[in-house]
């Protein structure tokens, strides 16, 4: 990531707002240094993410302080024994988990698995003129697979950009998580047999055909019981932390950032 340096001092790294925790000011050069550890598509966004850290580590060091836990002596120590004193997390009982388990069937299935064969058109993302050629041509072929003229190995053969072409465009048993999403979305959404339309990919236009498919079953409670246990207590304790620091901002004037968003990186 590019940073920008301070052009003047005394005005703020690319006129973003100064950012306050009660009256200590954080450094540009310290968000500047932390922004490596929050990238982002747009420079203000990771510089804002940076800045949240900040303050956050701001605020629950000085809280620490006010316990008189600084005898602790490194930071992070600090902020761990402070969250052990002050942060009361209720345990999920039975009932929770039994109550999550029912609401969230879809959650605790078996994977799907698919076997799926594809013919690609292949064209680079920002070759508009070739992604229109190449969506053309697919067409056409899977117009001739539909109406039955032709075959789909053949034409996986001869069009085919992908190495699967050898296989008759078999691409083997795929799960989700095994192909890039855009692909992936629609794929395991398909039944068996030939889908009647393009589908588009950052690598090109795919002909899909479903050959095989075994839907994923529902797991039996005992057994993913551990899994929902951890993320309810994580989603309870994520809840309880931004209420925390929602109290300590409130106590401390804060500016220059927005504290309102959903985790912090010291949850981590």
């Not at 301070?6 to 240094?33: H, M, S």
């Not at 747009?42 to 000085?62: G, P, Q, T």
């Not at 950009?161 to 998580?177: M, N, P």
Request: glycine share 6%; aromatic share 6%; with cysteine.
């Amino acid at each position: 990531m590019q940073l920008i340096p301070v052009a003047e001092a005394g005005k703020p790294r690319n006129q973003f707002p100064a950012v306050y925790v009660g009256d200590t000011l954080i450094q540009e050069d310290e968000i500047a240094r932390e922004m490596q550890h929050h990238p982002a598509e747009e420079l203000a966004e990771a510089w804002h993410n940076a800045a949240k850290s900040l303050v956050i580590r701001e605020l629950l060091l000085r809280q620490a302080s006010q316990l008189a836990l600084d005898h602790i002596d490194n930071e992070e120590g600090r902020i761990a024994r402070l969250l052990e004193l002050e942060l009361s997390v209720p345990e999920p009982d039975e009932q929770d988990c039994e109550r999550f388990y029912a609401a969230n069937p879809g959650r605790f299935c078996s994977p799907t698995l698919m076997a799926v064969s594809h013919i690609l058109l292949a064209a680079a993302p920002d070759d508009v003129a070739e992604r229109i050629r190449q969506e053309e041509a697919g067409m056409q072929i899977l117009s001739s697979l539909l109406d039955g003229r032709s075959q789909f190995a053949a034409m996986a053969k001869e069009y085919s950009a992908c190495e699967s072409r050898h296989q008759g465009g078999g691409l083997g048993q795929i799960s989700k998580g095994q192909t890039v999403e855009e692909f992936e979305r629609p794929v395991l959404n398909l039944q068996e047999g030939l889908h009647p339309e393009l589908i588009e990919s950052r690598y090109g236009w795919h002909i899909v055909r479903i050959d095989q498919r075994i839907d994923g079953e529902q797991l039996p409670y005992e057994y993913v019981k551990p899994q929902i246990r951890q993320y309810l207590s994580e989603s309870v304790t994520r809840r309880a932390f931004r209420q925390y620091l929602q109290v300590l901002a409130a106590e401390t004037r804060v500016e220059g950032v927005d504290l309102e968003l959903p985790d912090s990186p010291l949850m981590q």
